[in-house]
């Protein structure tokens, strides 16, 4: 008999923005932002001496959540990411195939409190069509920036 294994795929990680985001709009009107954040995690060594390792990930949004992104998010800016990973690829200017892995955000939490301050309730972060419960700043209390 075989085991099947559901598939799975979600990500939480909070970060900064390394830069600010890069703002698109499609043809069709749908607003895109796409940003790079930095996530660090401090371990300590065999010799007791503390250590930090950043890891850097591409995020991209869509719709309102990009136009929301583009507005109140600059360098620096800590947020809580909820999404997915997907592959993006592209043809470099040289002809070579190029891909990379990402996160599409289906959720940003502005985790800096002059941002969340600027948009009212009505200006949700989600998705438009995801069917979540806003998440409060009380539950990430404990994150470190």
């Given at each position: 008999m075989a085991i099947r294994m559901p598939n799975l795929n979600k990500v939480?990680?909070?970060?900064?923005?390394?830069?600010?985001?890069?703002?698109?709009?499609l043809e069709s009107g749908v607003s895109v932002?796409?940003?790079?954040?930095?996530?660090?995690?401090s371990f300590k060594t065999r010799d007791g001496?503390?250590?930090?390792?950043?890891c850097f990930v591409d995020v991209v949004a869509w719709r309102r959540t990009a136009e929301l992104v583009g507005q109140y998010l600059?360098?620096?800016?800590p947020v809580l990411i909820e999404g997915e990973l997907q592959t993006s690829s592209w043809q470099a200017q040289d002809g070579t195939q190029r891909s990379r892995v990402e996160i599409l955000s289906r959720r940003i939490q502005f985790l800096e409190k002059?941002?969340?301050e600027k948009f009212t309730e009505e200006e949700s972060v989600e998705k438009p069509d995801q069917n979540t419960e806003p998440v409060s700043d009380s539950e990430y209390e404990d994150i470190p920036f």
């Amino acid at each position: 008999m075989a085991i099947r294994m559901p598939n799975l795929n979600k990500v939480h990680i909070a970060g900064n923005l390394v830069d600010d985001p890069r703002m698109g709009l499609l043809e069709s009107g749908v607003s895109v932002a796409n940003f790079r954040i930095a996530s660090s995690q401090s371990f300590k060594t065999r010799d007791g001496e503390w250590k930090e390792k950043t890891c850097f990930v591409d995020v991209v949004a869509w719709r309102r959540t990009a136009e929301l992104v583009g507005q109140y998010l600059r360098k620096g800016s800590p947020v809580l990411i909820e999404g997915e990973l997907q592959t993006s690829s592209w043809q470099a200017q040289d002809g070579t195939q190029r891909s990379r892995v990402e996160i599409l955000s289906r959720r940003i939490q502005f985790l800096e409190k002059r941002a969340t301050e600027k948009f009212t309730e009505e200006e949700s972060v989600e998705k438009p069509d995801q069917n979540t419960e806003p998440v409060s700043d009380s539950e990430y209390e404990d994150i470190p920036f």
